[in-house]
């Protein structure tokens, strides 16, 4: 397919997404479990979207967004399935960020029998679960597919908008340093700001600046750094203890996994999180000669080819085991 062909592909989807807005009421709009960045700022969009198209909508999540997204529009209408359960079902459903359907949790519990579904992603693993798909695995975010859509259906930008496609373009870009940063990603970052969004306060608040709960993680996390015997592969544990001792919550291990993948030599850095007794959810990242979307896939996961993750059941041993077996496999 050529460059225009796809071009022409895409627009095509954009405007049939657009038309799934336009034609239908009353959206459950949801992302993926422990929700990050571009998770938090997708969602935020489209509650603005639906906002300026006069649409009634909830927003939701198997989960807390964390406070740091604070300043997103929308953010404090954002319902936590944990804590506030809706007794009605959606025909409806708008996805953002989700790779696979198990990705919402118990939130698919709330989709009507006969739900109708707009997947909107960038995961090149996703496996168009949607009776619309809006699916485009070079997008540096969703955010970015956001944007797209967004000026497809000629909405006007706000801050508050602008506020949340650039919220999901700086985490997912690493702060526009990772290969994924794009010069359209720029020229949008650029156009966002003129709209007025702060980067630098966005970049200090969301990339810089961290809680002392967080530096306590570290710190023990940082006590369990392994190496194989190449260097070639990193990773570190957490487990539950040590979010108890920290008085963190699972949200403050973001950013960990960087640390393994940064050191000199390391092709895939690994975080295992104990998610409860012989249950660990697994964080791969990988510098320019490892694809963790292809490790994470093979343990029943995905992501991107530089950032991926899966949940692993068994013993903190067998886990290891499994994934460094799967982490080499990719390396030979």
């Given at each position: 397919?050529?460059?225009?062909?796809?071009?022409?592909?895409?627009?095509?989807?954009?405007?049939?997404?657009?038309?799934?807005?336009?034609?239908?009421?009353?959206?459950?709009?949801?992302?993926?479990?422990?929700?990050?960045?571009?998770?938090?700022?997708?969602?935020?969009?489209?509650?603005?979207?639906?906002?300026?198209?006069?649409?009634?909508?909830t927003?939701?999540?198997?989960?807390?967004?964390?406070?740091?997204?604070?300043?997103?529009?929308?953010?404090?209408?954002?319902?936590?399935?944990?804590?506030?359960?809706?007794?009605?079902?959606?025909?409806?459903?708008?996805?953002?960020?989700?790779?696979?359907?198990?990705?919402?949790g118990?939130?698919?519990?709330?989709?009507?029998?006969?739900?109708?579904?707009?997947?909107?992603?960038?995961?090149?693993?996703?496996?168009?679960?949607?009776?619309?798909?809006?699916?485009?695995?070079?997008?540096?975010?969703?955010?970015?597919?956001?944007?797209?859509?967004?000026?497809?259906?000629?909405?006007?930008?706000?801050?508050?908008?602008?506020?949340?496609?650039?919220?999901?373009?700086?985490?997912?870009?690493?702060?526009?340093?990772?290969?994924?940063?794009?010069?359209k990603?720029?020229?949008?970052?650029?156009?966002?700001?003129?709209?007025?969004?702060?980067?630098?306060?966005?970049?200090?608040?969301?990339?810089?600046?961290?809680?002392?709960?967080?530096?306590?993680?570290?710190?023990?996390?940082?006590?369990?750094?392994?190496?194989?015997?190449?260097?070639?592969?990193?990773?570190?544990?957490?487990?539950?203890?040590?979010?108890?001792?920290?008085?963190?919550?699972?949200?403050?291990?973001?950013?960990?996994?960087n640390?393994?993948?940064?050191?000199?030599?390391?092709?895939?850095?690994?975080?295992?999180?104990?998610?409860?007794?012989?249950?660990?959810?697994?964080?791969?990242?990988?510098?320019?000669?490892?694809?963790?979307?292809?490790?994470?896939?093979?343990?029943?996961g995905?992501?991107h080819?530089?950032?991926?993750?899966?949940?692993?059941?068994?013993?903190?041993?067998?886990?290891?085991?499994?994934?460094?077996?799967?982490?080499?496999?990719?390396?030979?």
């Open positions: 397919m050529t460059g225009a062909e796809t071009d022409r592909q895409y627009a095509a989807m954009l405007e049939e997404a657009a038309r799934f807005i336009r034609s239908r009421d009353h959206f459950l709009v949801v992302s993926h479990v422990d929700p990050d960045g571009d998770a938090a700022g997708s969602t935020c969009a489209v509650g603005c979207i639906l906002e300026q198209c006069g649409k009634r909508f927003l939701i999540n198997n989960g807390e967004i964390p406070r740091k997204f604070s300043h997103l529009h929308g953010y404090d209408r954002v319902l936590d399935l944990k804590r506030e359960r809706p007794q009605a079902k959606f025909r409806h459903i708008i996805s953002v960020d989700c790779a696979d359907f198990a990705r919402f118990a939130v698919s519990e709330l989709f009507d029998e006969e739900y109708e579904l707009l997947n909107i992603d960038h995961h090149s693993t996703n496996d168009r679960f949607g009776t619309v798909n809006v699916v485009k695995p070079d997008a540096a975010a969703t955010a970015e597919i956001l944007y797209d859509l967004i000026r497809t259906m000629g909405l006007p930008w706000t801050k508050e908008n602008a506020e949340c496609v650039y919220t999901g373009l700086l985490t997912d870009t690493g702060g526009f340093r990772y290969s994924n940063t794009t010069p990603v720029m020229r949008i970052a650029s156009e966002l700001l003129e709209h007025g969004v702060e980067g630098a306060k966005l970049a200090q608040a969301l990339l810089e600046t961290v809680s002392y709960a967080h530096i306590l993680l570290l710190k023990r996390a940082l006590a369990t750094l392994a190496f194989t015997e190449d260097r070639r592969i990193a990773w570190m544990v957490v487990e539950q203890r040590d979010l108890a001792a920290a008085g963190a919550k699972m949200s403050e291990l973001d950013g960990l996994v640390y393994p993948r940064n050191i000199e030599g390391v092709d895939i850095g690994i975080l295992f999180k104990e998610v409860r007794e012989n249950e660990y959810k697994i964080s791969l990242r990988s510098g320019k000669h490892a694809d963790v979307s292809a490790v994470a896939q093979r343990l029943g995905g992501g080819v530089r950032a991926a993750g899966v949940t692993v059941a068994g013993t903190r041993e067998e886990v290891i085991a499994r994934v460094l077996e799967a982490a080499r496999a990719e390396l030979t």
